[in-house]
């Protein structure tokens, strides 16, 4: 389950080294991963205890890293990197591929933001393990998950040199109030599938502007329904898909 280009709006590729994961937030009710790859065709037992389900198509990257470099890969769509159910080994593996592609930006989301900073640590604590071309993020889809970490984003931020920190507030479930330890980049969207929670648009107006009011940058992935393009990509007549710039 590749892909040479992605639908998502704030990246160019995904890659998805291996398939299966376990719901453990809010944002995870609904999600399309578990009910495509599970439910649907069969690919993958979803749950705590299932066995995760390895890729075989690992060269795309390298493809990529050659013909579109400065892209950004978003790692991982039906997956979760830093999975406490994920062999080390597999994820050793995919440090590697991301330390020989330097060229891609590698966007690695996660809704276990706690486990980054002890799966990236050598055997003697100090030597990390993770590529500088890494960009951490964390879901957080109501107030609650992101007081709860935002500070351990920050923290990966300040043990490990990285491309940026980003958080996904997707599906955004309610009002978030943001302060100085945001994000460098937010991410806004709304729920879609037959299932979706409502988003207020207020809700992302008002994460706009307190993006602006700490500069932050801000992306508005979509208005979300029961349709992914049903409320369009608009936030008040205007597209928001700005991303971060990285060092060539």
Known sequence: MMAENTKIEWADHTFNPWMGCTRVSPACDNCYAADMMDA???????????????TKDWRKPVKWNRDTPGAFVFC?????????????????????LIAD????????????????????????????FLPPNVAIGATMANQEEYDRDRMKLALVADRREIAFTFGSFEPLLGPVILDHNAPDWVIVGGESGP?????SLD???????????????FNFKQVG?????????ELDGATHFDRPRVAA
């Not at 649907?40 to 390895?54: D, S």
């Not at 809700?203 to 940058?217: F, G, N, T, V, Y």
């Open 203 to 217: 809700w992302a107006r008002s994460i706009k502007r307190q993006c602006a009011e700490l500069d932050r940058i």
């Open 76 to 96: 991982a769509s039906l997956a979760d990197v830093f999975d406490n159910e994920v062999s080390e080994e597999w994820r050793f593996d995919l440090f590697d």
């Open 195 to 199: 299932n979706a929670r409502p988003m």
């Open 40 to 54: 649907r065709y069969g690919r993958v037992k979803w749950g705590a205890g299932e066995p995760r389900v390895r």
């Open 101 to 128: 592609t330097p060229k891609l930006t590698w966007l690695l989301l996660t809704k276990r933001i706690g486990n980054v900073l002890k799966m990236t640590s050598g055997l003697d604590g100090d030597r990390a």
């Open 225 to 233: 329904g029961r349709k992914s393009d049903k409320g369009g990509h």
